[in-house]
């Protein structure tokens, strides 16, 4: 199958630091890329749909300026957590869509916030 | 508001036993219903079911899709510990813009 890969797989930070996130696919070119948050025994959460060369879209209820999208190639997309404060502390999944209405996920961040 | 839902959420067997996940679905312009697989962590894909009454099969496990009920089931036979996961459906819609998660099954399977 695709690979996708995720770095940095666990980060811990200080509250009011920022966070970068890296999704990369690695043997195919995406277009659209995704990021979900998944806490502990629930289901991923999307958080916004990430286009190639064009602004993301985000879900209701998340906030744009607290999490920066960058999709800068068709194989890179960032996720910056701005300012992290302990309630940002979550697990972080990226996917990259591939053929027709299948995601490829990436190994997922942990993301701790002191 | 489209929406997926999984039954169980939560099942313990033991090893040798046959498992049936349900997902069921109200999904506007519904496109197709994937199953992936979480251990722990990223979920790797299983199945995309597009049309009805299709069985999609890979060793131990199979799918189906019945769009007239709005459901799928994923069936594991033989059930092996390394079974044991959280077993995730989603919908993808017309256009293609997201799929919708359910909260997953976790499977747990004793020995």
């Known amino acids: 199958g695709a690979v996708v890969s995720q770095h940095p797989s666990w980060v811990i930070c200080k509250s009011g630091t920022s966070v970068k996130i890296e999704c990369r696919s690695l043997?195919?070119?995406?277009?659209?890329m995704f990021w979900y948050r998944q806490f502990p025994k629930q289901s991923l959460m999307l958080m916004a749909t990430s286009n190639e060369g064009s602004k993301a879209t985000y879900e209701q209820g998340v906030e744009k300026d607290k999490f920066l999208i960058n999709h800068a190639s068709l194989t890179l997309s960032t996720l910056t957590v701005t300012s992290a404060h302990p309630e940002d502390s979550s697990f972080y999944i990226c996917?990259?869509?591939?053929?027709?209405?299948?995601?490829?996920f990436g190994a997922g961040t942990r993301l701790s916030v002191l | 508001e489209d929406k997926v839902v999984q039954s169980p959420l939560s099942l313990v067997v033991h090893e040798g036993d046959t498992v049936t996940l349900n997902c069921s679905y109200e999904?506007?312009?519904?496109?197709?219903l994937l199953w992936y697989k979480q251990e722990k962590k990223a979920p790797t894909f299983l199945f995309m079911l597009?049309?009805?009454?299709i069985e999609k099969k890979s060793g131990r496990l199979s799918s189906i899709l019945d769009k007239k009920e709005l459901s799928s089931i994923l069936n594991i036979t033989a059930t092996q510990t390394g079974d044991s996961a959280i077993y995730l459906c989603a919908c993808a819609r017309i256009p293609y813009d997201k799929v919708i998660f359910g909260p997953g099954t976790s499977l747990s399977v004793i020995p």
């Open positions: 597009t049309s009805s009454g």
């Open positions: 996917s990259a869509k591939r053929e027709v209405n299948i995601q490829y």
């Open positions: 999904v506007t312009n519904f496109r197709s």
């Open positions: 043997d195919f070119q995406a277009t659209t």
